[in-house]
């Protein structure tokens, strides 16, 4: 499952940074990655909320500082589901 | 590479895309924007939420209808800075439509502060100052810019903490948002061009609780859930594109399995699903909706394979079949082929295949005429019948801003003038049937009531045109500063009222010479001698005021070979290869026994 979520999650970032999937790993962060700005990081959450279809706080959104803090929170909020 | 992202959008339709997709799309979209076939379309979004975050729907959606979106967002206060601001950059700039969001809590920020208290003065102060601030918007951009406006009406939430005390208040947030929204039509009645889009009726669709992001609202001021943002993009384009996009004109329907369950020919009369119970209501309720649509001015026609008595007598028969054969303004059923009867339709009515929808439950029929017709505008009918009716409003083909005068008759103009043409049969000679239909002909000069309609008939009528001069209302409030003499022309008969559908307009030249600058008819009067009663009118009233000729002119078009030779016909002089003169004392042009000539007053 972990891996689906993965997929999916680098997918989407890919999307909406505009970034090829292969230059994209779990480690990448708004220092690696360029278009990631604050603008697109609010793109980011409304994806990532209506993809896998959960609700997070305001804290859980702002603490996305990573590909891999973005898989992690996913997981726990579909945990909570 | 040209053909791969324009066959992307093609194949677009009818796809229902994620959010992602969206933003992949519309991304692709900018980085090949040289290779589009779209049309661009510049829009200036003025809103007090991040719309930007729009961009990827509205973009992509407008793709679909064929235009390439160009945005320029003013966001945050932008509106005082930029509409207000008589230097700024925003008038340097061309734009096809301005769009204002403004939503309620922009107008009255603050709201909850005083809603307690507040009593019937206090809210029409509160009112005139929302009338002052809009009209204020709207002059500043209609002087400056020809461009379309669209301006949101208001829709807000209940605050919660009053929700049960609303309703005993003096004033309620409802009561504010209700005379907003009635004052806002008030005041765009007062500008060309400037409509409104129904947020009220689209946050009533979807609900508040559904469509807001709360979290959202407070941390980036995007008020809408990603599903709503786009349903409102959709929602904002397709009131967009009525403006640009003109209204198709006839929906041609099928019967069976389409505006009734079951096969008429195989299952019989009886056993026909049509009526107040499930599933005959779905299809009743269909009906119904096919009705208002007829009543956008819209024909209605059917292409069915049946036998011609069978269906006629079931439609007239079944009290639960609304749909009568007088609402059908041209009938096919027969067992030939679609797109035939569908070409025979055009013909009939007199439009093209273009300003034709097709609705039928076959797919197969539907392939057919989309392979041997493509012009035609095929629906793609879902299988269950419960969606009919959805799919048939989303495709937005009948979409109107406005509705005129001449919408709301023009199905039963059709069904008179079908009469019309069954009662010709009856006479000897032309004359004789002139003569019966007992016609009055009301020439009135031009004025405020009916410019408007001037100005369409100038524009749109092609055959019975002697000069095609394309005047708007301006021009013609121009001509008659200059002393040219407009007038209208309105025939009635026996059958009914066929609106104003002449025009002609004469200029005074020196030696006391009138030219006939412009003489139309709309061709629904043709045939009947109107145009030699008209030009008798004018030389009788030419003789009052000491006039000595008339000189007609015949400009040659495509489509107007019709009237070419009409001076020649009455004996007028040729002057030139395309001027004929008339000699005022000469005498009569037409000895009018045929009908009644009233002069409207000034």
Request: aromatic letters at 10%.
């Amino acid at each position: 499952m972990t891996n689906e979520i993965e997929k999916k999650v680098l997918n989407l970032f890919s999307i909406v940074m505009d970034i090829p999937i292969k230059n994209l790993n779990k480690n990448s962060n708004p220092d690696t990655v360029e278009n990631w700005d604050s603008l697109s990081h609010v793109k980011m959450i409304m994806e990532i909320e209506s993809e896998f279809n959960i609700d997070l706080l305001p804290d859980e959104a702002l603490e996305i500082f990573s590909i891999d803090s973005a898989i992690k929170i996913i997981i726990a909020k579909q945990l909570q589901l | 590479m040209k053909i791969g992202i324009n066959k992307i959008i093609n194949d677009l339709s009818e796809k229902k895309l994620t959010s992602a997709e969206y933003i992949n799309l519309s991304r692709k979209f900018y980085k090949n924007k040289k290779k589009l076939d779209l049309k661009p379309l510049n829009i200036a979004f003025f809103s007090n939420y991040t719309l930007e975050f729009l961009e990827p729907y509205l973009n992509v959606n407008l793709a679909k209808k064929g235009y390439f979106l160009s945005a320029n967002y003013n966001t945050y206060g932008m509106i005082e800075q930029n509409i207000f601001n008589s230097s700024s950059e925003i008038y340097t700039k061309e734009f096809d439509i301005f769009f204002f969001d403004l939503k309620f809590e922009d107008i009255f920020p603050n709201f909850e502060d005083y809603q307690i208290g507040l009593n019937q003065d206090k809210a029409n102060e509160l009112l005139l100052n929302f009338e002052n601030y809009i009209s204020n918007l709207l002059d500043n951009i209609r002087n400056n810019f020809k461009s379309h406006i669209f301006i949101s009406n208001f829709s807000s939430q209940v605050n919660n903490v009053y929700s049960i005390l609303e309703q005993n208040l003096e004033i309620s947030k409802s009561d504010i948002i209700f005379k907003m929204n009635k004052l806002l039509i008030q005041i765009i009645k007062k500008y060309s061009l400037v409509y409104i889009y129904n947020y009220y009726s689209f946050s009533l669709n979807y609900g508040f609780h559904n469509i807001i992001d709360t979290k959202m609202s407070f941390l980036a001021n995007i008020p809408f859930k990603v599903k709503y943002q786009i349903k409102l993009s959709e929602s904002l384009i397709e009131t967009v594109l009525s403006a640009l996009l003109t209204p198709k004109k006839c929906l041609i329907c099928d019967l069976d399995n389409t505006l009734w369950g079951g096969v008429l020919g195989e299952d019989g009369p009886n056993n026909i699903e049509l009526g107040e119970s499930f599933p005959g209501n779905i299809y009743k309720d269909f009906q119904r909706s096919i009705l208002s649509i007829r009543n956008l001015g819209v024909f209605i026609a059917i292409a069915t394979k049946n036998d011609a008595k069978d269906v006629i007598e079931f439609m007239n028969n079944n009290k639960d079949c609304l749909l009568k054969p007088k609402h059908i303004s041209a009938f096919k059923a027969n067992w030939k082929d679609k797109a035939s009867n569908i070409m025979e339709i055009s013909k009939e009515l007199n439009i093209g295949l273009d300003s034709i929808v097709f609705f039928d439950d076959s797919k197969h029929e539907r392939d057919w005429v989309k392979n041997q017709l493509p012009e035609v505008n095929v629906i793609n009918v879902p299988n269950n019948p419960l969606l009919y009716k959805k799919t048939l409003f989303k495709s937005t083909h009948f979409n109107k801003l406005t509705l005129s005068e001449e919408d709301k008759v023009r199905p039963v103009l059709f069904e008179t003038e079908k009469k019309r043409r069954l009662s010709k049969n009856k006479f000897k000679n032309i004359e004789e049937y002139i003569i019966s239909l007992k016609m009055k002909i009301t020439i009135s000069k031009i004025n405020d009531q009916n410019i408007n309609r001037t100005s369409q008939l100038l524009n749109k009528v092609n055959q019975f045109n002697l000069t095609t001069k394309r005047y708007n209302e301006n021009n013609l409030l121009k001509l008659k500063e200059e002393g040219y003499i407009i007038y209208t022309i309105r025939v009635e008969d026996k059958f009914g009222d066929t609106g104003l559908t002449g025009v002609i307009i004469i200029q005074p030249l020196p030696n006391k010479i009138w030219k006939i600058d412009t003489f139309l008819l709309s061709c629904r009067v043709l045939g009947r001698n109107i145009e030699k009663v008209i030009l008798n009118f004018i030389s009788k009233k030419l003789i009052k005021i000491n006039g000595q000729a008339i000189l007609g002119e015949f400009i040659p078009s495509k489509k107007n070979m019709l009237v070419k030779d009409l001076y020649k016909n009455l004996n007028f002089i040729k002057k030139s290869n395309k001027t004929w003169l008339w000699e005022i004392n000469k005498g009569l042009i037409y000895d009018n026994n045929i009908c009644e000539i009233v002069e409207a007053d000034d």
